[in-house]
């Protein structure tokens, strides 16, 4: 069975500061993607990064990047520059074509 | 580009009635995705549909919950005799396979509480 485990219930950082968030997963598929979503308070889930586990580099979208190790089974999400705007829950999940499986989530507070 | 739309945002209901939920997926995308998601914890699978297609079942839906999508395109979530414990966010997320990530963009969410 698929697993993601996120043991970080909350995370502090500063304004302007980076800051990871952990994310291990466990499954014996070969073929899996690997995902990370931000919800504010609103509640919306927004997609923020993608990485494959064919893909040989870390995958990045502008502030974001996702150090991933396969070996380790290790997802982890790096926010550079963090902003107020970041302040959020953030899931980690794992899916293929049929269906996503999500961690418990990070919630990160940046304060000024 | 319009996202995946859901409606209502918002219901509260008695315990015994019915309610239906709609998702309205990205027009392009084939896939459709139902989630449950309950305070403190992640997003929850429960079904999900290639075009008009019912192709998997979470063990979470039980015969209380039905979902549909009759012509491939928006897609419906009852359910029946409500109990307390149905009180969720319900999440409809959608997804294209041809980009090869299978990405899976969610709309607004359904916030339903059973009185």
């Known amino acids: 069975a698929q697993?993601?485990?996120?043991?970080?219930?909350?995370?502090?950082?500063q304004e302007k500061e980076a800051v990871t968030l952990d994310c291990t997963y466990d499954t014996s598929d070969q073929s899996y993607g690997l995902f990370w979503y931000k919800q504010p308070s609103s509640g919306e889930m927004?997609?923020?990064?993608?990485?494959?586990?064919?893909?040989?580099?870390n995958a990045t979208e502008g502030r974001y990047s996702l150090n991933f190790q396969k070996a380790r089974k290790s997802a982890n999400l790096v926010i550079s520059a963090s902003q107020l705007g970041d302040s959020a829950m953030y899931f980690c999940a794992m899916g293929g074509v049929d269906k996503l499986i999500f961690g418990t989530g990070t919630r990160l507070q940046v304060f000024p | 580009d319009t996202g995946v739309s859901q409606d209502p945002r918002h219901k509260i209901?008695?315990?015994?009635q019915n309610v239906t939920f709609r998702c309205d997926p990205i027009s392009e995308h084939n896939r459709l995705y139902w989630y449950r998601q309950t305070l403190g914890q992640g997003?929850?699978?429960?079904?999900?549909?290639?075009?008009?297609?019912?192709?998997?079942?979470?063990?979470?839906l039980s015969d209380r919950f039905s979902a549909e999508r009759p012509k491939g395109s928006f897609s419906t979530l009852e359910i029946q005799r409500t109990e307390q414990g149905d009180s969720a966010m319900y999440l409809c997320a959608s997804s294209w396979g041809g980009d090869g990530t299978d990405t899976q963009y969610f709309g607004p969410g359904t916030r339903l509480t059973v009185l």
Not at chain 1, 3 to 13: H, L, S
Not at chain 2, 13 to 16: D, E, V, Y
């Open chain 1, 3 to 13: 697993k993601i485990t996120q043991t970080q219930p909350g995370m502090f950082v």
């Open chain 1, 46 to 57: 927004i997609f923020l990064i993608y990485q494959g586990s064919y893909d040989e580099q």
């Open chain 2, 13 to 16: 209901t008695k315990r015994g």
């Open chain 2, 43 to 60: 997003p929850e699978f429960l079904t999900y549909f290639q075009n008009e297609a019912q192709l998997e079942k979470s063990r979470l």
